[in-house]
């Protein structure tokens, strides 16, 4: 069983900053990626931001010089520093964790809203 606690959503003002952390418990040996992802109301999930077990990072375009995604492999947790925020980033922000048993099983959180507004 794995379980992703995600916290540091909220409402923050555009040109703000706000950090996302998901701590994962449970059976999560072997992880190949960990990231974020988001949901906009009438729209797909998209990738945000994804962290390999190797250390390859990867940044969906909107985001690039903005966020920042790393892990604290010790507490098996995933952060998502979110700096300059605009309003189109207003979403639900899932957690996605990725682990390598037979296949790659993923895992996610429950979300959390970001919601940026003046």
């Known amino acids: 069983q794995v379980q992703l606690v995600e916290s540091g959503g909220g409402l923050v003002q555009p040109g703000g900053s706000l950090r996302l952390s998901c701590a994962a418990s449970g059976s999560i040996n072997n992880i190949y990626a960990m990231g974020w992802y988001r949901q906009a109301p009438g729209k797909q999930r998209e990738l945000v931001a994804v962290?390999?077990?190797?250390?390859?990072?990867n940044y969906s375009d909107s985001v690039k010089g903005r966020f920042t995604i790393s892990t604290d492999d010790a507490k098996n947790t995933v952060y998502l520093q979110m700096n300059s925020l605009k309003p189109e980033d207003t979403a639900v922000y899932y957690c996605?964790?990725?682990?390598?048993?037979?296949?790659?099983?993923?895992?996610w959180g429950q979300g959390t809203q970001v919601t940026v507004s003046s």
């Open positions: 996605n964790l990725e682990i390598q048993r037979l296949a790659v099983i993923e895992f």
């Open positions: 962290i390999t077990s190797d250390g390859s990072i």
